[in-house]
């Protein structure tokens, strides 16, 4: 049996559209063993229980066919226990944790048998993600910039100033990434171009070097305003949180908003003004950065849920 975890993704941060990611210290946790029978169960714990399938349709066992075929393998008969704590449907690369879950059970399962490298598991959640900015941070931790090249994706992982200090805001209602997709127009203008270019570039060096510099690095012009009208309470709340100096952004694909703080009491700072003003409902939760990625481990047999006497 294998156990695998997987950090929470924010990915874009603004400026970085589909090159951006952010791990964050929040873990979706799933169990794999193999079985005689053929086909998959699938037990969901927590967030999505009910919800997602739990049958070869499920994402995670996808993932893992997906590896299994790419290497020439054959698929066992598996049994799956995910103990999920990412949001659903959020902005917090909860498909990317699921699809990167599956890799890294594949991974662990056939340890000794087939070798994986950083390239070759971030192709695979590519494969399957279509966009590698959640995934690469899910997989490495920390800081990624991912890009795409005709041999397949890459990734540089950056460690992050200590002071940054994430805060999302979590809404009740979700969002669709393919509905967001679907909001931005094919080609931007030049100048639209130029301007996330410069700040996407000041982003890197906010959030390594100069963390003074994240609101002005958070600006952009090529996806935020485009969805905005298929997320007027994200925006609302942004422009308010930017109006008062805080580097707000939507997470992801949205719904939820990511706030880039400097230090742990800008991020306190963050969270009362949203809870005093704003007209809705949102979780706020203050993440550590995550600097591990995704592990695996081998384990002897299923963790018992009753703790030992
Ligand atoms: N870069 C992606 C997007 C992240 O904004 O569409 C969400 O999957």
């Given at each position: ?168 805001l979590v809404p009740e209602h979700v969002m ?134």
């Open positions: 049996m294998v156990t695998v975890k997987v950090p929470a993704t924010s990915a874009n941060l603004g400026p970085g559209f589909d090159t951006l990611g952010l791990a964050l210290a929040l873990y979706d946790e799933l169990q794999v063993s193999v079985r005689d029978e053929p086909g998959a169960t699938v037990e969901v714990i927590g967030v999505g229980a009910g919800e997602v399938p739990t049958d070869e349709s499920n994402l995670v066992v996808r993932a893992i066919a997906h590896t299994f075929e790419a290497v020439g393998h054959p698929l066992p008969g598996l049994e799956l226990v995910a103990r999920n704590n990412i949001p659903h449907g959020r902005g917090m690369g909860s498909s990317g944790a699921a699809i990167v879950s599956g890799i890294m059970a594949a991974k662990g399962l056939l340890d000794g048998i087939v070798e994986f490298d950083a390239q070759r598991l971030l192709a695979l959640a590519n494969d399957m993600e279509g966009h590698p900015d959640n995934v690469a941070p899910a997989l490495f931790g920390g800081l990624t910039i991912a890009w795409v090249t005709p041999e397949g994706p890459r990734f540089k992982k950056l460690i992050v100033h200590r002071g940054v200090s994430p805060l999302v669709s990434t393919a509905l967001a997709r679907s909001l931005q127009p094919q080609s931007v203008p030049h100048e639209d171009a130029v301007f996330n270019v410069s700040r996407s570039a000041l982003l890197v060096a906010a959030l390594i070097q100069s963390p003074e510099l994240l609101h002005a690095a958070t600006e952009d012009k090529l996806h935020q305003s485009y969805r905005a009208s298929a997320m007027p309470e994200t925006d609302r709340l942004i422009t308010l949180l930017r109006e008062n100096g805080f580097a707000a952004v939507v997470s992801g694909a949205g719904p939820s908003i990511l706030v880039l703080c400097s230090d742990p009491s800008q991020r306190l700072a963050a969270a009362e003004l949203v809870a005093q003003k704003s007209e809705t409902r949102w979780q706020p939760l203050m993440l550590a950065v995550d600097f591990k990625g995704a592990t695996v481990t081998a384990t002897a047999e299923r963790q018992s849920d009753t703790p030992a006497a």
